[in-house]
């Protein structure tokens, strides 16, 4: 039988990173085990759910490279089906009409609070004639549909991820509402648990893998499969994502939403490796940098741990920093083209770029830190107090100026890297000032201040860009 999985998001706000790790964790294990991993909108929320989510939640998935396999199934489109079942569910008696209105449940509830109880229905309505449900619909009483619960059974699953799991009856709140409220006869927009279980059977998944917030309803579905005579997915229920602090990690940590990860410069290939260790613990992998194809081969949901997962923002930052240094400079300068376009820089050319890229990349952590980075070798920066003091050394305006000098009687047109080492040695050799003077103070010149990548390889691009020797004349004449 076709082995097919699903992510099921609610489009009621951006792609959130918990979403995203457990479509990962689908896709993984759809890879794995050679099945299909499919989308559905849950968006009969009508209020809450936006179509610019659902473009959000696709395009983040795609960006991600989680691809699907077949076209996305839109729950709103099948609200009247999710209706025949209920009506079913009512007809064979395993569901009734409940007329409890809002503020008897208030009351219940205030009641409940008050001797320390959970909050429960009580099933006053379950056993209604049809002379009482006439009389309530005539009164103009709403009524919401309530599935049986029986409060003496157990409901037992073995979880792929947390072993066996029992759930009593008797704890599941009470008989459960599977439809919104409505007028006489009709039956209301059906609900998240009895939705999802018709969409699950309709789209034939065998493996239901999603975060543990949803243990409960998963004893609460199991019951609506049999009574509806489907057959049972296995379940998967994976550990939440959780802040510094050990709690759910939420809005308030500043950044949860795929768009984010991404404008902060994360490469999505690293997010991904990062996401996959996020709570998967691998019995046997070779290091941790490692592409979602390879770790869809060594997946398993049984090594995905119980315990929530920290989220590891130094470890993100580290596993994103390998993935910049590794990637094809090619590919890495066409990506950082787009920054540099963002800020109307324009390189001199192709293979300056492409240069100024490989020296960058070793020190970038994000995929902006090639803005500042790289804004030296665009803009002129200003010279700071560090740069300033070491210019009033009398000794470091003399070696810019030997340097300047040299530059204008050789009139070298393109200098490479070896030619400014050798520059470097003559003057010293010659002049007999310390190269150390002179590199520092040409790293005035250039940034303004002592720090800054590799000197040597910079100076090549700053001739190739026609701004060493205008660099050094600005000390001399302005500092
Ligand atoms: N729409 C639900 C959610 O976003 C789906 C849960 C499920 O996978 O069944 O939490």
Known sequence: MEKRLRLAPSPTGLFHIGTARTALFNWLYAKKIGGKFLIRIEDTDSLRSKSKYTQNILEGLKWLGLSWDEEPVKQSDRISIHK???????????????????????????????????????NRHRNLSNKEIETFISQGKTSVIRFKIDEKIDITWVDQIRGEIKWKGKDLGGDLVLSRRSLGYEIGDPLYNLAVVVDDNFMNITHVVRGEDHISNTAKQILIYKALNFKLPTFSHTPLILNSEGKKLSKRDCVTSIDEFKEMGYLPEALTNYMAFLGWSPKSAEGEILSIDAISEIFDLSDINKAGAKFNWEKLNWINSQYIKNMETIKLSKIIQKYWDEMSWEPPSQEWAIKLVFLLRDSMTLLKDAIDQSEPF???????????????????????????????????????KDKAKEIISEISKTHKVKKGILMKSLRVAFFGCLSGPDLIQSWELFSESKSDMSRIERCLTTV
Do not use: M, V, W
């Open 84 to 122: 025949t079942y209920i009506k079913k569910l009512l007809d064979c008696g395993a569901a009734y009409r409940c007329f409890t209105t809002e503020d008897e449940i208030s009351q219940l509830r205030d009641e409940q609070k008050k001797n320390g109880l959970p909050p429960k229905h009580d």
């Open 378 to 416: 665009f803009l002129i920066p200003k010279i700071l107090k560090e740069g300033k003091d070491f210019l009033e050394n009398i000794e470091s305006k003399a070696s810019l100026k030997l340097i300047l000098n040299y530059l204008k009687e050789q009139n070298t047109e393109k200098l490479d």
